[in-house]
């Protein structure tokens, strides 16, 4: 994982840092606003707590859900180019043509071949992505908070907080990381002028192809590094 890393941040720094610096944080601004808004007010507003001010474990998991697919969503534009920038080192190793110049070229350019439904291309494994790994990580989230804080000596503070996260990240790559997977590839395939995938016909069919071709643990490439970000 870390050699692959260098290995492209050697030859491409310059393009990494304008990933980091510009195309990321706009992804998560859309992504992470969306879902924690939606996920706040269905907690606090629609769903509500119980008189003991517990978040029942059923309406985290909807609340998760539904917080994931909206924020995902309304997100979907700018994580298609974040990913499609992304496998421009891949192209750039193998020899093959760079296809954009820059972040305003990605979307000019997706606009141009696929209109505005180029720009939700692969949008269904994304929000099916979002829901199992909100899912994962809202609701284990709360869950184990709301656990340690009753039943062990720790307190609602950093260290609580922290353990908390570890264990929903976790939650959430297990759940999540195939989704991602698959997800990647549907937005990378090749597609016609209609903005129709010409490698996969669906979200299942890309499944299916992944493990007949590569074996069900293909599903998990990336499992270490998506753990450690979440």
Same mark, same amino acid.
């Given at each position: 994982?870390?050699?692959?890393w260098?290995?492209?941040?050697?030859?491409?720094?310059?393009?990494i840092?304008?990933?980091?610096? &510009?195309?990321?944080?706009?992804?998560?601004?859309?992504?992470?606003?969306?879902?924690?808004v939606?996920y706040?007010?269905l907690?606090?507003?629609?769903?509500?707590?119980?008189?003991?001010?517990?978040?029942?474990?059923?309406?985290?998991?909807?609340?998760?859900? &539904?917080?994931?697919?909206?924020?995902?969503?309304?997100?979907?534009?700018?994580?298609?180019?974040?990913?499609?920038?992304?496998m421009?080192?891949?192209?750039?190793?193998?020899?093959?043509?760079?296809?954009?110049?820059g972040?305003?070229?990605?979307?000019?350019?997706?606009?141009?071949?696929?209109?505005?439904?180029?720009?939700?291309?692969?949008?269904?494994?994304?929000?099916q992505?979002?829901?199992?790994?909100? &899912?994962?990580?809202?609701?284990?989230?709360?869950?184990?908070?709301?656990?340690?804080?009753?039943?062990?000596?720790?307190?609602?503070?950093i260290?609580?907080?922290?353990?908390? #996260?570890?264990? #929903?990240?976790?939650?959430?790559?297990?759940?999540?990381?195939?989704?991602?997977v698959?997800?990647?590839?549907?937005?990378?395939?090749?597609?016609?002028?209609q903005?129709?995938g010409?490698?996969?016909?669906?979200?299942?069919?890309?499944?299916?192809?992944?493990?007949?071709?590569?074996?069900?643990?293909?599903?998990?490439?990336?499992?270490?590094?998506?753990w450690?970000?979440?």
């Open positions: 994982m870390f050699d692959t260098l290995k492209n941040y050697n030859k491409f720094s310059n393009e840092m304008y990933l980091y610096v &510009m195309k990321i944080p706009a992804v998560h601004q859309v992504y992470s606003g969306g879902r924690m939606t706040e007010h907690r606090e507003v629609v769903f509500g707590k119980s008189e003991d001010e517990h978040y029942p474990l059923w309406k985290s998991v909807i609340g998760g859900m &539904m917080a994931g697919v909206i924020g995902q969503f309304l997100a979907n534009p700018t994580d298609l180019v974040k990913v499609q920038m992304q421009e080192g891949k192209r750039k190793l193998e020899g093959k043509p760079l296809r954009f110049r972040v305003h070229h990605a979307f000019a350019k997706i606009l141009a071949e696929g209109g505005i439904r180029g720009l939700w291309a692969g949008w269904v494994p994304n929000i992505r979002a829901a199992l790994v909100n &899912m994962g990580d809202l609701t284990t989230y709360d869950t184990v908070k709301h656990y340690l804080v009753l039943n062990t000596p720790l307190e609602d503070n260290m609580t907080h922290g353990l908390s #996260s570890l264990c #929903s990240g976790l939650v959430a790559s297990i759940l999540g990381t195939p989704a991602d698959i997800k990647s590839r549907i937005m990378n395939q090749p597609r016609d002028k903005g129709r010409l490698l996969y016909k669906s979200s299942t069919d890309c499944l299916i192809q992944a493990v007949q071709g590569e074996g069900f643990m293909s599903l998990y490439k990336g499992f270490l590094p998506s450690l970000r979440m």
